[in-house]
């Protein structure tokens, strides 16, 4: 599986179903792949980019520490998989001399990698099946109507009015 570095590019909301939306953007490509997520992931992802903390650990945060306390070191997260309109992920920790991937949420997955600072992978088939392509790349016949809509809302997005960015 070929692996695609993103990073966070910024979190927004839909206007129309009002969700926060995760955008994950290509490091050496123009590609951006949007996911969908909770308010509470959002908070947790938006938080940290913000290096906001609490007096008392966070889920997230309380993870992490967990990880420390037993020795595990996060290398990397990566979104591996769109399954009827779910994505999935997985966070690879070493421990030890070996490497361990645990099932996650792509949110959880970003939200502990930015508390680690690893790094953020998505798989070529992931990006290219929901990622919105470059506009000269679209053509009307061939592309669903959602993946249009969402290309149109990206066009017309003024990057002033994302709430958060890195």
Do not use: C
């Amino acid at each position: 599986m070929e692996l695609l570095p993103v990073k966070v590019h910024a979190i927004t909301m839909d206007p129309d179903s009002n969700s926060p939306v995760l955008i994950l953007k290509e490091v050496q490509g123009d590609r951006s792949l949007p996911i969908w997520i909770g308010l509470l992931e959002a908070t947790a992802i938006a938080t940290e980019m913000e290096k906001i903390s609490f007096v008392r650990p966070m889920t997230h945060d309380l993870t992490v520490n967990l990880l420390k306390a037993v020795g595990a070191k996060v290398t990397k997260v990566a979104v591996t998989e769109l399954k009827d309109n779910t994505f999935y992920a997985v966070i690879t920790l070493r421990v030890g001399d070996r490497e361990v991937e645990v099932d996650s949420r792509p949110s959880d997955a970003i939200a502990i990698a930015l508390r680690t600072d690893a790094e953020i992978f998505v798989s070529e088939e992931v990006m290219s099946s929901a990622g919105p392509q470059e506009p000269t790349t679209i053509y009307e016949e061939d592309v669903p109507k959602e993946k249009k809509k969402w290309a149109e809302l990206l066009e017309e997005l003024d990057p002033q009015s994302l709430k958060y960015k890195m």
